[in-house]
């Protein structure tokens, strides 16, 4: 590949009235000059790379360090092999496919590999089982299903006398090849398989070796509160382990201060509840003790959920909350009067609505959604009102808000966007809770971790189940590569816990109330991605017979942090399970367009007897004809006939 000055060399020579030409001179002088400026601007960079009006180049003379030196140097004693390997993080420049890239890549992998053979045969040869072990898992974590890694793998075991384990070795390995490259273990592979499996004599170590290596493959986990929280959100009592945003958090209370209306967007899984509710809260009581700060999810009805937060029991709230229910429905400026009427004043009320999109998913009263925004931007609009919103809302959502004209004004005029984390804010959100909870983290294993998460904006919950995962097969108080690759690393983690829990923990007659149960939680995208859907309890069984089946199927799910229950409702942990889950997305699309007739027919039947059986709701036409020839289709169970479908249907035809 060409260096910068060559680049540059080639530019100078270019010349001459050919349109396409001066186009290019013109694009390189803004591509260099947009390089030039980034590294003026790095004090980091500054001493490595040389800049002038044309050229972009390596100072030479700088005093540096390349890792590819590191991992190409040809020492030959343990401790350099040790730290040529190292430095090794996996393929180089992923994603980035030029030839000079791809050779380059290939070479480096190839360097690493040998090197990595080569040591495991030392260790292997010195007896040195747990650090074959520690480096065995390393190198499949950073390989492509290495063989030899896995055959060392099973002979570090067995040499220790876990024979169970070899037998698990040897299963990952097969499924790491089947599903790489599509082959079955060489005869090398399974002949030492076989043999391992097979040999009952005791197996022979140096001296001292089997007390040390026990302890550093079998030391029992030590009880504690784990450091990560899987798939649920960081909350406000959460907020001593939450690293990674704090740049963010500073943001948004640096913006609070003049704007009284915050719209924080992000991507499903970006993190937009945790910063707001683990950073934003805990950050502004600190900055402002003598404020109010409400924190409430919309529901199916908002209204309601408003009135409920804002005045939360007491002897008196029940009657208290139907008045301000009542208030709100009736007047846009309720919530304004109810906030000047409480007394003493205070310098600021903030109400963060998280999961604003609950307002276009779950909420079909099309009044009480209007009502609902009124009221917020009306207080918030009002004279030195003390009222702030903060509304968190997922980016595919954005277009929704476009339904009500203020609302779109107010969300394009006062946002903040929560992209993906840097590679230092990723970082500490790992690290960050490990120290804090006195946990340790295997060298190596957080670069892993990065590799694996890549730019994703969405993959948090992704990455903080893994790690969870990752805990939950500690060895002592240390999170291990090895445990990391048996939990199934960033991508594959939920699905493998999904599945397992599905398959070992709940048999027979449970499992498909496990599939009605995600079904029913499962809000069906409409030109969006698929979201949750929280239910009462009591909706999702088939009569009250059925009900304690239904709890216990929820708690079981609950205990695998699959779902988050209340004393009322249930809800899928988070949208990242209806991404991930191979099993969940195949009930969902199996009868999709079935699940959404039905869901209407529950939505016009809830209506219809809301407003008195009013014969003008009633279906006609081509959307009855639909209606009945669905019904026809599914007949009428004991759950349709709670939801009041059926006799909508009927009384329409």
């Not at 740049?247 to 910063?275: C, D, H, M, N, W």
């Not at 008196?316 to 009542?326: C, Q």
């Not at 400026?333 to 109810?338: D, K, N, V, Y």
């Not at 009222?387 to 009500?404: E, G, I, K, S």
């Amino acid at each position: 590949m060409p260096g910068p000055r060559t680049v540059a060399r080639s530019w100078r020579a270019c010349s001459g009235p050919k349109p396409r030409k001066t186009n290019a001179r013109s694009n390189l002088r803004h591509a260099l000059w947009r390089i030039r400026k980034t590294i003026e601007s790095d004090h980091h960079a500054a001493p490595y790379l040389l800049t002038d009006e044309l050229a972009v180049s390596f100072n030479a003379g700088a005093d540096f360090w390349l890792d590819t030196a590191i991992l190409t140097h040809n020492g030959e004693s343990l401790q350099d092999q040790l730290s040529a390997l190292a430095v090794y993080r996996g393929e180089l420049l992923p994603g980035f496919y030029d030839d000079w890239a791809t050779l380059e890549r290939e070479r480096l992998e190839s360097v690493f590999q040998h090197k990595m053979q080569r040591l495991l045969d030392r260790l292997v040869e010195e007896r040195r089982w747990p650090d074959v072990l520690e480096w065995s898992e390393r190198w499949v974590a950073l390989g492509h299903a290495p063989e030899p890694g896995y055959r060392a793998l099973m002979l570090a075991h067995a040499e220790l006398g876990n024979r169970a384990r070899v037998a698990q070795v040897y299963q990952r390995c097969r499924e790491a090849l089947f599903n790489d490259l599509g082959v079955e273990p060489s005869a090398t592979t399974r002949r030492l398989y076989e043999r391992l499996r097979q040999d009952e004599s005791e197996p022979t170590t140096a001296p001292g070796a089997p007390d040390v290596a026990v302890r550093a493959e079998d030391e029992p986990p030590v009880p504690g509160e784990p450091p990560f929280l899987g798939l649920h959100y960081f909350d406000e009592a959460d907020a001593d382990r939450f690293f990674g945003r704090e740049r963010l958090t500073a943001r948004l209370l640096g913006r609070l201060r003049t704007e009284p209306f915050l719209a924080v967007i992000g991507a499903s899984g970006s993190g937009k509840s945790s910063v707001v509710r683990a950073g934003l809260v805990p950050a502004l009581r600190h900055a402002r003790r003598e404020a109010q700060v409400h924190v409430l999810t919309p529901t199916a009805h908002p209204l309601e959920a408003l009135a409920a937060t804002l005045l939360p029991g007491g002897p008196r709230g029940g009657a208290e909350r139907v008045a301000l229910l009542d208030e709100l429905s009736r007047d846009p400026h309720g919530l304004r009067r109810f906030l000047g009427q409480r007394g003493r004043p205070v310098e600021r009320v903030l109400l963060v609505v998280d999961q604003f999109e609950e307002v276009f998913t779950l909420s079909d009263d099309a009044f009480e959604r209007e009502a609902f925004v009124d009221n917020l931007l009306a207080a918030t609009a009002a004279p030195e009102t003390p009222l702030c919103v903060v509304m968190a809302l997922r980016a595919d959502f954005y277009a929704h808000c476009a339904q009500h004209a203020r609302l779109r004004e107010m969300v394009a005029q006062h946002q903040e966007y929560v992209g993906a984390m840097s590679g230092t804010e990723l970082r500490r959100a790992v690290e960050g809770p490990a120290e804090h909870g006195g946990w340790t983290l295997e060298p190596g294993l957080v670069n892993v971790l990065l590799r694996d998460v890549g730019e994703e904006p969405g993959v948090l919950p992704l990455l903080s189940h893994a790690l969870l995962e990752t805990w939950q097969r500690r060895r002592g108080r240390r999170l291990t590569l090895a445990g990391y690759a048996a939990a199934g690393g960033v991508q594959g983690a939920i699905a493998q816990t999904a599945e397992s829990v599905f398959a070992q923990r709940l048999r027979g007659a449970q499992q498909p109330i496990v599939r009605r149960i995600f079904v029913e939680l499962t809000e069906l995208g409409e030109g969006t991605q698929d979201t949750r859907r929280r239910r009462a309890v009591p909706e999702l069984a088939r009569g009250a017979a059925e009900e304690p089946a239904i709890r216990a199927v929820l708690h079981v799910l609950a205990e695998a942090r699959l779902v988050t229950l209340d004393e009322q409702t249930a809800e899928v942990a988070h949208e990242a399970l209806i991404r991930e889950w191979p099993r969940l997305r195949e009930w969902l699309n199996q009868d999709r367009e079935g699940l959404r007739q039905r869901r209407q027919l529950g939505a016009a039947a809830r209506e219809w007897a809301r407003l008195g059986h009013d014969a003008g709701l009633l279906y006609r036409g081509v959307r009855l004809e639909q209606a009945l020839g669905w019904a026809r289709e599914h007949p009428p169970g004991a759950h349709h006939r709670r939801a009041g479908v059926p006799r909508c249907v009927a009384r329409a035809h």
